[in-house]
């Protein structure tokens, strides 16, 4: 038995799956599911308001012919805004930043056209993620393509040649913040209801609509030579993040009949331990085992529930470092229960 595992079961009417044993000490987590309305609406202060005077600084720059490696420096910051109204328009999808759900879902429609991302339908496949977490067969929503050393033994040439080319750092993070951001966001995720396919078609007029603004009021050439790299650096910094928080080393994966949440959010999800800057602008998410154990709890409330909670701080942390090694796990072996890089690069 893990350090945080014991013998406590939630009652009936938790959002937690019935039969499922859960730690003694889960209750004391309830505190910090709490919502504040005057921290939400600083948290929202401080961070647009230095991501609109960004943006200004950024169009003054290039208007006033400055030269462009300016700009593209003020994009660093800006890129870094991005990354934490993404984790404010995340919390809006669990209804965690404000204490009301419809001022949530006002707040991550609007936030969600900052970002490029449908509020209704990334709500869908996010809150499928959390139900399936670190599950081997309820994978395909909200994830990272992730295949078995056996599944992959069975494709075929091109196919493993077309799983190798996602599962690369040059797509998978680098391109792939153009790609999810700016054209694959643009279409319903499978499976989305009625609702969340009109809200991509109305997140996707709407973005029109201020792209055409903006257009108009510092050309086109302006805003993309500002959009364009601010988006990447926020799309790759939060792929990066997402990527490690569920394939590190020592990660958890499981078939369905011995699948728990338990051990998806304390094994299957990492604790990333950041700096304290880059803890501020990625909104605590590296405390992501709490998350997973509580997606409720909003993102002011992580850290000192982490502080409180000893069980929580058993986990090893992922540093900043150790996490670049990351990027070598490509396939999970169910046989060793741990990722692997591919067999011919395998140690």
């Given at each position: 038995?893990?350090a945080?595992?014991?013998n406590?079961?939630p009652?009936?009417?938790?959002?937690?799956?019935?039969?499922?044993?859960?730690p003694?000490?889960?209750?004391?987590?309830?505190?910090?599911?709490?919502?504040?309305n005057?921290?939400?609406w600083?948290?929202?202060?401080?961070?647009?308001?230095?991501y609109?005077?960004?943006?200004?600084?950024?169009?003054?720059?290039?208007?006033?012919?400055?030269?462009?490696?300016l700009?593209?420096?003020?994009?660093?910051?800006?890129?870094?805004?991005l990354?934490r109204?993404?984790?404010?328009?995340?919390?809006?999808?669990?209804?965690?930043?404000?204490?009301?759900?419809?001022?949530n879902?006002?707040?991550?429609?609007?936030?969600?056209?900052?970002?490029?991302?449908?509020?209704?339908d990334?709500?869908?496949?996010?809150?499928?993620?959390?139900?399936?977490?670190a599950?081997?067969?309820?994978?395909?929503?909200?994830?990272?393509?992730?295949?078995?050393?056996?599944?992959?033994?069975?494709?075929s040439?091109?196919?493993?040649?077309?799983?190798?080319?996602y599962?690369?750092?040059?797509?998978?993070?680098?391109?792939?913040?153009?790609?999810?951001?700016?054209?694959?966001?643009?279409?319903?995720?499978?499976?989305?209801?009625?609702?969340?396919?009109m809200?991509?078609?109305?997140?996707?007029?709407?973005i029109?609509?201020?792209?055409?603004l903006?257009?108009?009021?510092?050309?086109?050439?302006?805003?993309?030579?500002?959009?364009?790299?601010?988006?990447?650096?926020?799309?790759?910094?939060?792929?990066?993040?997402?990527?490690?928080?569920?394939?590190?080393e020592g990660?958890y994966?499981?078939?369905?009949?011995?699948?728990?949440?338990?051990?998806?959010?304390?094994?299957?999800?990492?604790?990333?331990?950041?700096?304290?800057?880059?803890?501020?602008?990625?909104?605590?998410?590296?405390?992501?085992?709490?998350?997973?154990?509580?997606?409720?709890?909003?993102?002011?409330?992580l850290?000192?529930?982490?502080?409180?909670?000893?069980?929580?701080?058993?986990?090893?942390?992922?540093t900043?470092?150790?996490?670049?090694?990351?990027?070598?796990?490509?396939?999970?072996?169910?046989?060793?229960?741990?990722?692997?890089p591919?067999?011919?690069?395998a140690?």
């Amino acid at each position: 038995m893990a350090a945080y595992e014991s013998n406590w079961t939630p009652p009936t009417g938790t959002d937690k799956k019935p039969g499922h044993m859960w730690p003694d000490w889960y209750p004391s987590l309830s505190p910090f599911r709490v919502s504040r309305n005057g921290k939400a609406w600083f948290q929202l202060l401080n961070t647009l308001a230095p991501y609109v005077g960004l943006w200004y600084l950024m169009v003054r720059s290039i208007q006033g012919g400055y030269p462009y490696v300016l700009t593209l420096a003020l994009t660093l910051p800006a890129g870094a805004f991005l990354v934490r109204i993404f984790i404010l328009f995340h919390d809006c999808v669990h209804d965690s930043l404000f204490t009301s759900r419809n001022m949530n879902t006002w707040a991550g429609n609007i936030l969600g056209l900052l970002v490029f991302t449908s509020f209704e339908d990334w709500r869908f496949s996010h809150l499928r993620h959390h139900g399936t977490c670190a599950n081997l067969d309820k994978r395909g929503t909200g994830d990272i393509w992730t295949l078995t050393l056996t599944e992959y033994n069975a494709l075929s040439r091109f196919e493993k040649w077309q799983y190798r080319l996602y599962r690369s750092p040059l797509v998978l993070v680098v391109a792939g913040a153009w790609i999810s951001f700016l054209f694959v966001n643009r279409f319903p995720t499978r499976q989305a209801s009625r609702k969340g396919r009109m809200s991509v078609h109305f997140t996707n007029v709407m973005i029109l609509g201020v792209l055409l603004l903006c257009m108009k009021l510092i050309g086109w050439q302006a805003f993309l030579l500002i959009q364009l790299p601010v988006i990447w650096i926020a799309g790759a910094s939060g792929i990066w993040l997402f990527y490690v928080q569920h394939q590190f080393e020592g990660s958890y994966w499981a078939r369905n009949s011995e699948w728990t949440p338990l051990r998806a959010a304390m094994d299957g999800s990492s604790f990333f331990k950041l700096p304290t800057v880059l803890r501020w602008f990625s909104g605590n998410i590296g405390y992501h085992h709490i998350h997973h154990l509580c997606p409720k709890i909003p993102n002011y409330n992580l850290k000192p529930c982490f502080d409180a909670v000893p069980a929580l701080q058993t986990k090893a942390p992922l540093t900043l470092v150790k996490s670049l090694s990351c990027y070598r796990l490509k396939l999970w072996d169910e046989l060793q229960q741990i990722m692997i890089p591919f067999p011919d690069h395998a140690s």
